[in-house]
């Protein structure tokens, strides 16, 4: 039990400082981490389904979590609010962990992972395609 508690947080401070590379994008960052909100599971079960027929936009390939894929993915984020991404196998980081590092960065949520592959969602203030507070 203690070996397993040491492991775990040996693993977040090895997360942490792989996490600490990344600068914010822009100045209102802390802004948007505030607006962050976690999703219930209705209504992330609502967004599986919608992402289901979504294409894969983002590729994560060799150089991993950088803030130009970061700022891809943002610009993808608010003009689709949901997104699919995708880890190639020469990526330094696995899905899930990616999936933590972009949502932590940018400010969105993460609605599933599975395998190589991840979906984000923003949603937008105004205009919003997804209707996601029926599901409370």
Request: with cysteine.
């Given at each position: 039990?203690?070996?397993?508690?040491?492991?775990?947080?040996?693993?977040?401070?090895?997360?942490?400082?792989?996490?600490?590379?990344?600068?914010?994008?822009?100045?209102?960052?802390?802004?948007?981490?505030?607006?962050?909100?976690?999703?219930?599971?209705?209504?992330?079960?609502?967004?599986?389904?919608?992402?289901?027929?979504?294409?894969?936009?983002?590729?994560?390939g060799?150089?991993g979590?950088?803030?130009?894929?970061?700022?891809?993915?943002?610009?993808?984020?608010?003009?689709?609010?949901?997104?699919?991404c995708?880890?190639?196998?020469?990526?330094?980081?696995?899905?899930?962990?990616?999936?933590e590092?972009?949502?932590?960065y940018?400010?969105?949520?993460?609605?599933?992972?599975?395998?190589?592959?991840?979906?984000?969602?923003?949603?937008?203030?105004?205009?919003?395609?997804?209707?996601?507070?029926?599901f409370?």
């Amino acid at each position: 039990y203690i070996r397993r508690n040491r492991a775990v947080r040996l693993l977040k401070d090895y997360k942490k400082r792989r996490a600490e590379n990344l600068r914010p994008i822009h100045k209102y960052s802390d802004i948007i981490k505030e607006k962050y909100m976690a999703l219930n599971s209705k209504q992330r079960a609502y967004l599986r389904g919608q992402a289901q027929n979504l294409d894969t936009i983002v590729l994560i390939g060799k150089d991993g979590v950088t803030e130009a894929t970061a700022e891809s993915i943002r610009t993808a984020l608010a003009a689709r609010e949901l997104v699919k991404c995708k880890v190639l196998d020469n990526c330094p980081y696995k899905a899930k962990e990616a999936a933590e590092m972009f949502c932590e960065y940018i400010g969105c949520d993460s609605v599933q992972v599975i395998g190589s592959k991840f979906v984000l969602f923003m949603q937008k203030d105004k205009d919003s395609q997804y209707d996601i507070k029926q599901f409370k």
